[in-house]
């Protein structure tokens, strides 16, 4: 598999990517793509419902794709009257909303139902305009990728897609007592990555992933690393500051979990670990505070007071601290004025909000699952933490209890590892794959009528 990988050109830098056949990416890029996000909105907050990475992603990736001049048109289904049926995002990006199902209380689970509606909207946006009007199809997560699918052929271009995450790897490592994917999805994402010209990456695993698990075709994938908003998630005026505006103590070891609350972002291994570190060292109750900031989501949501009763059960609940989710200017004061971020995570394609953290100065504590390995240099930025028993985080934790010293060496280290995950880097490496597969469906297309 390494041999494998190093074809992928480097994992350091997606920039630097090299295509099959020495293609450079100098021919032509596209001029206006469809990127599809059937079951999350770009416009939605993260952290709510089913919004996460793949929203900051998808809105962060099409302003820097629009500022390279490549038009980006949004499809996602409309969960809401009030909308117009298309918002300008940014110059040059258009979200258009599809009525597919009722605006409100469609689970995920419930979507494909709804995908041959989706499909229907999509294709009467595209019939009125002029022919060849999209050059090129983005697909995000296996729901899209299934209209991505079909309006690629049917418009005759090449269909690029990005899983996000993966129903096979995330039932190879299930959190105990979450719901496995179902065959449905499986069957889904392997008709997508047959069907793709491309199939975009996160990390040289994510890719290695997608060979072992779905059979792709290592020549068809390409590793682009997500992005960071470098202006908006920086250290800025320090973590003092920061602790201020939030009404946070100045001496206090905040360990912060931010994300989704659901078994698979396992933000009970979180606060067990911080149990252990208390019945440890007693003395750290008066100066620790546990803030969890994101909303139930996707299977947490059976049972959304579950991690306030388990605070309450390991009689922590007195340092942990409940926030809704929060725009995210106000996520940045939050990882600025943490000691260190927690990801015990057991599936993360990439882990976004890892790299916004270290860019914000604050080091992480992260599982070594999917693509945290990339985003979190351990020993140096952060650590990270094989399996996910809390006595290990525990004693993660306690190396920032012992030594505080070690947020800000570690903070400083975390800001200058982010810096290399500009947006612009992802967009750029995101054009060329597009340019590739544009180049290679125009060959197959001679091939063919030849």
Not at 102 to 120: I, N, S, V
Not at 266 to 294: K, N, T, W
Not at 425 to 450: E, Q
């Amino acid at each position: 598999m390494s041999q494998y990988v190093s074809r992928l050109g480097s994992t350091r830098t997606a920039a630097r990517l090299r295509f099959p056949g020495g293609f450079t990416g100098a021919s032509r890029k596209p001029r206006r793509i469809a990127m599809l996000s059937v079951h999350t909105s770009p416009l939605h907050q993260p952290g709510t419902g089913d919004a996460g990475g793949m929203n900051v992603y998808i809105v962060e990736l099409a302003k820097r794709l629009a500022a390279i001049n490549i038009e980006v048109e949004i499809f996602t289904r409309a969960t809401t009257g009030s909308l117009a049926p298309s918002v300008e995002l940014a110059p040059g990006v258009l979200v258009r909303h599809v009525d597919a199902g009722p605006y409100e209380g469609l689970a995920k689970e419930d979507l494909p139902a709804q995908l041959c509606a989706f499909t229907h909207g999509v294709m009467q946006a595209w019939a009125g305009q002029r022919p060849g009007y999209y050059d090129l199809v983005h697909s995000h997560y296996w729901l899209s990728g299934q209209v991505g699918w079909l309006a690629a052929q049917r418009w005759g271009v090449p269909l690029v897609h990005a899983m996000h995450t993966m129903a096979k790897v995330k039932n190879a490592a299930l959190a105990d007592g979450d719901t496995p994917e179902p065959a449905a999805r499986v069957i889904g994402e392997t008709q997508i990555v047959n069907a793709s010209d491309r199939l975009i990456a996160n990390t040289a695993e994510e890719a290695a992933e997608l060979v072992r698990f779905y059979d792709a075709d290592p020549a068809a994938v390409a590793v682009v690393h997500p992005g960071v908003n470098l202006d908006r998630f920086r250290p800025s005026d320090g973590r003092a500051a920061a602790r201020a505006r939030l009404g946070l103590p100045q001496d206090a070891l905040i360990p912060l979990f931010a994300g989704r609350i659901q078994p698979l972002k396992a933000p009970d291994v979180l606060l067990r670990a911080v149990a252990v570190l208390l019945d440890r060292d007693p003395s750290l109750r008066s100066r620790i505070v546990v803030p969890v900031v994101g909303g139930p989501s996707g299977s947490g949501l059976a049972k959304p007071e579950g991690l306030q009763k388990l605070a309450a059960r390991l009689g922590i609940a007195d340092v942990v601290r409940f926030h809704p989710p929060v725009g995210q200017d106000q996520l940045a004061d939050w990882f600025r004025a943490a000691s260190v971020l927690v990801m015990p995570s057991y599936s993360e394609s990439f882990g976004l909000v890892a790299i916004e953290a270290q860019a914000a100065g604050t080091p992480v504590v992260a599982a070594a699952v999917g693509g945290l390995p990339v985003a979190v240099r351990d020993g140096v930025s952060g650590f990270l933490v094989p399996g996910h028993e809390p006595e290990a985080y525990a004693r993660a934790l306690g190396r920032f209890a012992d030594a505080p010293e070690l947020v800000e060496r570690m903070g400083a280290a975390a800001a200058a590892h982010a810096q290399s995950f500009g947006w612009d880097t992802a967009a750029s490496a995101t054009a060329d794959v597009y340019t590739a597969a544009l180049c290679d469906h125009r060959r197959r297309a001679r091939t063919h009528h030849g």
